[in-house]
């Protein structure tokens, strides 16, 4: 699924201990996709957070997926857009 977003949710299930979801978030993530900052943003706050990974592992972990997945930064029209998705297809925001 080259070009498909990747939402945190994503990430941190390929952290998981279950091996399924952690396994179909692998591979995901190895087919590259779309991130935006936000997730970036998500991803480093549950890991240190809920999870309790320290800043280096955390850090890798940004630093992988900044390499491996192409950014979107999020902007005002991004928001604007996520509105649109929300209600069009019934998704909370």
Do not use: W
Not at 48 to 70: E, N, P
């Amino acid at each position: 699924m080259p070009g498909s977003f990747i939402d945190s949710n994503v990430v941190l299930y390929s952290l998981s201990k279950d091996e399924s979801k952690q396994r179909r978030a692998l591979e995901l993530l190895a087919s590259g996709g779309l991130i935006s900052t936000q997730v970036l943003g998500e991803v480093a706050n549950v890991m240190r957070r809920k999870l309790g990974y320290d800043i280096s592992v955390i850090r890798a972990v940004l630093l992988r997926l900044i390499g491996d997945c192409r950014i979107h930064p999020l902007t005002p029209s991004t928001v604007l857009r996520a509105l649109d998705v929300a209600q069009r297809f019934g998704f909370s925001y």
